[in-house]
């Protein structure tokens, strides 16, 4: 059963200590996106890839914030300085680019900045 | 205003109760309709989606999109303690990109 794979599953870190989250997407996925969950937003987007290319990263506040693909299979998200408002669960998915809807997303991380 | 409006709940009902489930939208541009299904520690899971107006089935989901009056509809038969989740809508224009996500709404079947 193909999954997006995300890790770690669980981060704590003190306020202004790098982030780094990582995602495999699913073996020939193209498109690459990665949202923040929170009871107070809901999920927002904050970045996405196709073809390894970022094609929008609106969503993402540039200052501490940078997405990444190194290659076809893993995907990053950092945060640095982390700060206690990053607090969050963080979401990869992954799809075709010819299929207009539905994603797989991965379990998620889940950051606690203290 | 929010693109899309989603009741976050919670709503609780009896098993095999009728569930139904709602969003309203604001952009016109939309044409695929989409449900998820987020069980508690886990990622949103697509349930089922539709593509511009009208009904479908599943098992024992239907979901309706009424595009004149931006709504749509999730339905849920016999529901089951199982079927307990948060429920987020979501929504896109053609090329798939930038899906809106309602905020969710939370459902509790008791057994």
């Known amino acids: 059963d193909a999954r997006v794979t995300q890790t770690p599953r669980h981060k704590v870190t003190e306020m202004g200590q790098e982030v780094t989250m990582r995602c495999q997407p699913i073996?020939?996925?193209?498109?690459v996106f990665w949202y923040r969950q929170t009871m107070m937003q809901g999920l927002e987007l904050l970045a996405y890839?196709?073809?390894?290319?970022?094609?929008?990263d609106s969503g993402m506040p540039k200052d501490r914030f940078s997405a990444e693909m190194p290659d076809a299979t893993l995907a990053t998200l950092k945060i640095q300085p982390s700060e206690p408002r990053d607090s969050a669960v963080y979401f990869c998915?992954?799809?075709?680019?010819?299929?207009?809807?539905?994603?797989?997303f991965g379990s998620g991380t889940r950051l606690t900045v203290v | 205003q929010k693109e899309v409006e989603q009741d976050p709940g919670p709503l609780s009902v009896p098993e095999g109760a009728i569930v139904s489930l709602n969003c309203t939208y604001s952009?016109?541009?939309?044409?695929?309709f989409m449900w998820y299904r987020q069980y508690s520690r886990k990622g949103p899971e697509l349930l089922m989606y539709?593509?511009?107006?009208g009904n479908k089935e599943d098992g024992r989901f239907t979901a309706q999109v009424d595009k004149s009056s931006k709504y749509i509809s999730l339905f849920i038969r016999d529901s089951q303690p199982s079927d307990s989740a948060t429920y987020l809508c979501?929504?896109?224009?053609?090329?798939?990109?930038?899906?809106?996500f309602g905020a969710g709404t939370r459902l509790f079947v008791k057994a």
């Open positions: 979501a929504m896109s224009g053609t090329g798939g990109f930038k899906t809106i």
């Open positions: 998915a992954s799809g075709l680019s010819m299929v207009d809807y539905g994603y797989t």
């Open positions: 073996l020939g996925h193209n498109t």
């Open positions: 539709t593509y511009s107006s």
């Open positions: 952009n016109s541009a939309f044409q695929y």
């Open positions: 890839f196709r073809n390894r290319a970022p094609l929008d």
